[in-house]
């Protein structure tokens, strides 16, 4: 399968505590994209990667998040101290992004759902 | 910033109709305009992308519409199936290095 991945599927952890996911994008993809899902909400941007530049972060990106994306390949998502609030679906997507088309249709992961008790 | 628009009740269509599912926006027209499909505990699939300048695009038995004066697009799914039921997100694409912004989406039920 060479569709985007990303692990774990499901992370249940305390308030408090550290989590990590990793996204691995479809490999000829220059994009990374992070998401947050909740019930009955459309995706909300949280970050992107071009290439292994970190080009937008959203407001909705505290300081508590951080992604990376090494070598342009791979990207984690770390969330410190996680809250209550945190509890959502995080998806990540990647795509093709060619300046001059400009068009961007982008390729999900299944998520990682996160419960934070 | 924008403000998007779908249906937030469920649509409930027998099988055979076509399904009509709306998407509006607020300011700026988007260079392109995204629909995806979304099932339960799955990432969004891709399914259409109509420019600004295009009226309307077919894929199989989906057509999208965008009327810029409107400020909406119109996605169809004509002779719909129960497999068809999912939830149905339209995302605006600014171009450029802007990224996506999506709508709540709207769920479709297909009934036999």
């Known amino acids: 399968d060479t569709g985007v991945s990303q692990d774990p599927r499901h992370k249940i952890t305390k308030r408090g505590q550290n989590v990590t996911f990793r996204c691995d994008p479809i490999?000829?993809?220059?994009?990374l994209y992070w998401y947050r899902q909740t019930l009955g909400q459309g995706p909300e941007f949280l970050t992107y990667?071009?290439?292994?530049?970190?080009?937008?972060k959203s407001r909705l990106l505290s300081d508590r998040f951080s992604a990376e994306r090494p070598k342009g390949s791979f990207s984690t998502l770390e969330i410190q101290r996680t809250e209550q609030g945190d509890s959502a679906m995080y998806l990540c997507?990647?795509?093709?992004?060619?300046?001059?088309?400009?068009?961007?249709?982008?390729?999900f992961g299944p998520g990682t759902r996160l419960t934070v008790l | 910033s924008q403000k998007i628009e779908q249906n937030s009740e469920a649509l409930n269509i027998q099988e055979g109709k076509t399904a009509t599912l709306t998407c509006n926006y607020t300011?700026?027209?988007?260079?392109?305009l995204q629909w995806y499909r979304q099932d339960p505990g799955r990432g969004p699939v891709f399914l259409l992308l109509?420019?600004?300048?295009?009226k309307e695009k077919r894929k199989e038995r989906l057509k999208v519409t965008f009327d810029t004066t409107l400020k909406q697009s119109l996605f169809h799914i004509t002779a719909s199936q129960p497999a068809d039921s999912a939830t149905y997100l339209c995302?605006?694409?600014?171009?450029?290095?802007?990224?996506?912004?999506f709508g709540k989406g709207t769920m479709l039920l297909v009934s036999p």
């Open positions: 990667f071009q290439n292994e530049a970190q080009l937008e």
């Open positions: 997507a990647s795509s093709s992004f060619h300046p001059e088309t400009s068009r961007n249709e982008q390729f």
């Open positions: 490999s000829e993809h220059n994009r």
């Open positions: 995302a605006l694409d600014m171009g450029g290095y802007s990224t996506l912004t």
């Open positions: 300011n700026y027209s988007p260079a392109y």
């Open positions: 109509i420019r600004e300048n295009e």
